[in-house]
């Protein structure tokens, strides 16, 4: 399948690769991959089977062990980096032209979006001056020199979902490479090309075959990548339920893991916030990638003095989303993702309807759609936060207003959840929203937006995950610690 004109998107969409070079797959099965506006297949990639995993898990893993990669300076790997990153710059048309199809984001914001996902390789190729990859220290208990050393986890196995895959393969693959590590990269079968177009860029960049190996697999053979020893570590973005197992998995044989997932994050909208504002914020916000966004505020809390006032803002917003192709430029609003993900969204409405929340606005598919994996955006009012559509994670365009008593109680509805991923407080009074923001079990807590910072760190509270990606924290997470204590400085001794 070709994309702008006759250029093909991808150079080798009927290999995996591996061992620095596109590989015929073991398998002979194919995913296709589906226009999530027009239902129609327009590309395919291999469904790697476990041959072509352990395959790449060989690479990886002979590279790491007997290759240079591991024992280079930072600033050598850096230099691949930057390599990499430009060559991430001429793909970002194809990038974006592809993610929309995939999972139904704007093509506007997608071509936004993914040149600063493409810059954040060159974030880290920064880091690699300032990170302490060595750190004196003072021996507590005998010895005369003592040091920490940050060193390469080993072997990653780096899983992630289809919603942001540009974003996602910058925020695991790059920081891995940085700290010395070698990466088997594993691909949604909705959406695989960003991770294509990662190995065709690395590939022109030069890097050390085996370093990085790509494959495409479900979920069943992707598991070999968790239970496989050679793995040393696994880096995953994806739902609660498949992080538990992995968690569970790696946990059985002590193997290291980050674990992104899921959210059901609350604003907390205070009395002296003007309620066209944040309904404004909010309900633009939520039209991003049609809700398929695992930090999206979608609980909004508010005392009940204000509540119909507030649904009443939300719902005239979501009344005025125009719905339709994502590559029309008049459009505020694509697609779901799949057919799959359009059942699981009109399923919650359902629910939110039969458990008696009160449907506000939208609920459900656009009267004049014919094809496409479309919901209109939904505004549910007098929701109970102890029900389904308050406490699980829908993935899609769906609001829920809760009424509060008072400031006290939306703190304890906010943090009456399994998640803790975002958060965020409106209010004018930057004191007071600092001082809930200290009582919020999130992760990440914003002030009068859905502010979420990777050049700092993201990761959750409970069932929203473990560790942290993005800054020098999400490099932390790809290196070991060792303590290394001397009899007598080594530099002096050689000298």
Same mark, same amino acid.
């Given at each position: 399948?070709?994309?702008?004109?006759?250029?093909?998107?991808?150079?080798?969409?009927?290999?995996?690769?591996?061992?620095?070079?596109?590989?015929?797959?073991?398998?002979?099965?194919?995913?296709?991959?589906?226009?999530s506006?027009?239902?129609?297949? $327009?590309?395919?990639?291999?469904?790697?089977?476990?041959?072509?995993?352990?395959?790449?898990?060989?690479?990886?893993?002979?590279?790491?062990? =007997?290759?240079?990669?591991?024992? /280079?300076?930072?600033?050598?790997?850096?230099?691949?980096?930057?390599?990499?990153?430009?060559? +991430?710059?001429?793909?970002?048309?194809?990038?974006?032209?592809?993610?929309?199809?995939?999972?139904g984001?704007?093509?506007?914001?997608?071509?936004?979006?993914?040149p600063?996902?493409?810059?954040?390789?060159?974030?880290?190729?920064?880091?690699?001056d300032? $990170? =302490?990859?060595?750190?004196?220290?003072?021996?507590?208990?005998?010895?005369?020199?003592?040091?920490?050393?940050?060193?390469?986890?080993?072997?990653?196995?780096?899983?992630?979902?289809?919603?942001?895959?540009?974003?996602?393969?910058?925020?695991?693959v790059?920081?891995?490479? /940085?700290?010395?590590?070698?990466?088997?990269?594993?691909?949604?079968?909705?959406?695989?090309t960003?991770?294509?177009?990662a190995?065709?860029?690395?590939?022109?960049?030069?890097?050390?075959?085996?370093? +990085?190996?790509v494959?495409?697999?479900?979920?069943?053979?992707?598991?070999?990548?968790?239970?496989?020893?050679?793995?040393?570590?696994?880096?995953?973005?994806?739902?609660t339920?498949?992080g538990?197992?992995?968690?569970?998995?790696?946990?059985s044989?002590?193997?290291?893991?980050?674990?992104?997932?899921?959210?059901?994050?609350?604003?907390?909208?205070?009395?002296?916030?003007?309620?066209?504002?944040?309904?404004?914020?909010l309900?633009?916000?939520?039209?991003? +990638?049609?809700?398929?966004?695992?930090?999206?505020?979608?609980?909004?809390?508010?005392?009940?003095?204000?509540h119909?006032?507030?649904?009443?803002?939300?719902?005239?917003?979501?009344?005025?989303?125009?719905i339709?192709?994502?590559?029309?430029?008049?459009?505020?609003?694509?697609?779901?993702?799949?057919?799959?993900?359009?059942?699981?969204?009109k399923?919650?409405?359902?629910?939110?309807?039969?458990?008696?929340?009160?449907?506000?606005?939208?609920?459900?598919?656009?009267?004049?759609?014919?094809?496409?994996?479309?919901i209109?955006?939904?505004?549910?009012?007098?929701?109970?936060?102890?029900?389904?559509?308050?406490?699980? =994670?829908? $993935?899609?365009?769906?609001?829920s207003?809760?009424?509060a008593?008072?400031?006290?109680?939306?703190?304890?509805?906010?943090?009456?959840?399994?998640?803790?991923?975002?958060?965020?407080?409106?209010?004018?009074?930057?004191?007071?929203?600092?001082?809930?923001?200290?009582?919020?079990?999130?992760?990440?807590v914003?002030?009068?937006?859905?502010?979420?910072?990777?050049?700092?760190?993201?990761?959750?509270?409970?069932?929203?995950?473990?560790?942290?990606?993005?800054?020098?924290?999400?490099?932390?997470?790809?290196?070991e610690?060792?303590?290394?204590? /001397?009899?007598?400085?080594?530099?002096?001794?050689?000298?």
């Amino acid at each position: 399948m070709t994309l702008m004109g006759d250029a093909p998107v991808l150079a080798r969409p009927d290999s995996i690769y591996y061992a620095g070079a596109w590989q015929p797959p073991n398998s002979s099965e194919f995913f296709e991959v589906k226009d999530s506006t027009t239902e129609e297949s $327009f590309l395919s990639v291999p469904a790697a089977d476990r041959n072509d995993i352990d395959r790449a898990i060989r690479s990886a893993r002979s590279t790491f062990d =007997e290759g240079s990669w591991a024992s /280079l300076q930072p600033h050598e790997r850096a230099t691949y980096l930057e390599a990499v990153a430009d060559a +991430l710059d001429e793909r970002c048309e194809a990038m974006a032209s592809h993610w929309p199809r995939e999972t139904g984001i704007l093509h506007t914001h997608a071509r936004a979006m993914v040149p600063g996902y493409v810059d954040v390789w060159r974030q880290y190729a920064r880091l690699a001056d300032s $990170f =302490e990859f060595r750190k004196m220290v003072t021996p507590t208990n005998g010895g005369a020199f003592g040091q920490i050393v940050r060193e390469p986890v080993g072997v990653v196995g780096a899983i992630i979902p289809w919603n942001v895959p540009p974003m996602m393969v910058a925020h695991k693959v790059a920081p891995a490479l /940085l700290a010395g590590c070698t990466v088997i990269l594993k691909a949604s079968p909705e959406a695989p090309t960003a991770a294509y177009l990662a190995a065709e860029a690395a590939h022109a960049a030069g890097l050390p075959a085996g370093v +990085l190996n790509v494959v495409t697999a479900d979920r069943d053979v992707s598991e070999t990548l968790v239970t496989d020893p050679r793995v040393d570590k696994i880096t995953f973005t994806g739902s609660t339920a498949a992080g538990q197992r992995i968690g569970m998995l790696m946990g059985s044989r002590i193997g290291r893991c980050t674990l992104e997932l899921g959210g059901k994050s609350a604003a907390l909208v205070l009395d002296d916030y003007d309620l066209e504002t944040a309904a404004d914020t909010l309900a633009n916000r939520q039209c991003v +990638l049609s809700g398929q966004v695992c930090a999206a505020l979608t609980r909004i809390i508010i005392q009940s003095d204000r509540h119909d006032d507030m649904v009443d803002a939300l719902a005239a917003h979501f009344d005025r989303v125009r719905i339709g192709d994502p590559f029309d430029a008049n459009v505020d609003m694509g697609p779901l993702a799949s057919k799959q993900q359009l059942d699981r969204v009109k399923s919650y409405i359902a629910t939110g309807s039969r458990e008696g929340a009160r449907i506000a606005s939208g609920g459900g598919v656009p009267a004049d759609v014919e094809r496409g994996y479309f919901i209109e955006p939904t505004v549910f009012a007098n929701v109970d936060n102890s029900s389904t559509i308050a406490q699980e =994670e829908i $993935f899609g365009p769906v609001l829920s207003v809760i009424p509060a008593r008072d400031e006290r109680d939306a703190i304890s509805l906010a943090n009456a959840s399994d998640y803790g991923l975002n958060a965020s407080v409106f209010s004018h009074d930057t004191e007071r929203a600092y001082r809930i923001a200290r009582q919020l079990r999130s992760g990440t807590v914003g002030h009068n937006a859905q502010r979420t910072d990777f050049g700092i760190a993201f990761g959750g509270f409970k069932q929203s995950g473990l560790g942290r990606e993005g800054g020098a924290e999400g490099l932390m997470s790809y290196l070991e610690t060792k303590t290394i204590i /001397l009899n007598a400085d080594p530099a002096q001794v050689n000298g």
